[in-house]
């Protein structure tokens, strides 16, 4: 049962304009929340995360939204870069354990 | 430099041949985690370590094994390694102090088990 998903395997926006990706969970124990940023042939690398208790939290171009109520959160980039073009995850955790569960990855491709 | 290192990248291997994918960070961080990547799956967590001689199953730890004897290795055993286990492999660590989650990973190990 895959508990954080990320429905769209890929996204593809122009240079410039607002990428909006997209993930959903389903555990309600999870309360903190995170973005990863991933290139090929490279490790993951952390971009950007949210705690429970907020439902925003931005750092320059990037922006992580969280709807609670929902299970939902997002991540807009505002431009979008072509160095963005990249695989996004979205990972969750907390709760009584201490792993941290991804998402299946959404491919960002931005336009020049 | 701050890292995260695993060795080998690269690996092919036959089944049944036992093995094991090294990894050792340099941030004096307590917590460290293995991850297989396939595709349509994302990222799932295999093992994950709390510090010296603390280890946990992840998501999927069947077929793996792992130990936690210094703080900066945390290698991961094959003991009899299937076709089913053919996957990229990274590692991460993280600081429980300033961010359990903020993890930062390896470049990754790309396993195929013939």
């Known amino acids: 049962d895959q508990q954080v998903k990320q429905n769209s395997p890929s996204l593809s926006v122009q240079e410039g304009r607002i990428s909006i990706l997209n993930c959903d969970y389903t555990?309600?124990?999870?309360?903190?929340f995170l973005w990863y940023k991933k290139y090929p042939a490279e490790g993951p690398t952390f971009l950007i995360s949210?705690?429970?208790?907020?439902d925003k939290n931005e750092d320059g171009r990037f922006t992580v939204f969280l709807n609670k109520s929902a299970k939902h959160l997002s991540l807009h980039i505002v431009p979008s870069q072509p160095g963005d073009s990249a695989v996004y995850f979205c990972a969750a955790g907390g709760g009584a354990t201490n792993k941290l569960i991804f998402g299946t990855g959404t491919l960002l491709a931005v336009q020049p | 430099e701050a890292q995260v290192t695993q060795n080998p990248r690269y690996l092919i291997t036959v089944t049944g041949k036992k093995l094991t994918v090294t990894c050792s960070q340099n941030?004096?961080?307590?917590?460290m985690s293995w991850y297989r990547q396939d595709p349509g799956l994302g990222l799932r967590q295999i093992y994950y370590?709390?510090?010296?001689?603390?280890?946990d199953k992840g998501d999927v730890p069947e077929g793996y094994k792992v130990s936690r004897k210094e703080k900066r290795n945390f290698p991961l055993i094959l003991e009899s390694p299937s076709p089913n286990q053919t996957s990229l492999y990274f590692c991460?660590?993280?600081?429980?102090?300033?961010?359990?989650?903020?993890?930062?990973f390896g470049p990754g190990t790309r396993l195929t088990v013939t």
């Open positions: 941030m004096n961080h307590e917590y």
């Open positions: 949210i705690s429970s208790i907020k």
């Open positions: 555990n309600s124990m999870f309360d903190y």
């Open positions: 370590s709390m510090n010296v001689e603390v280890t």
């Open positions: 991460a660590s993280s600081s429980t102090a300033r961010g359990l989650y903020e993890q930062y």
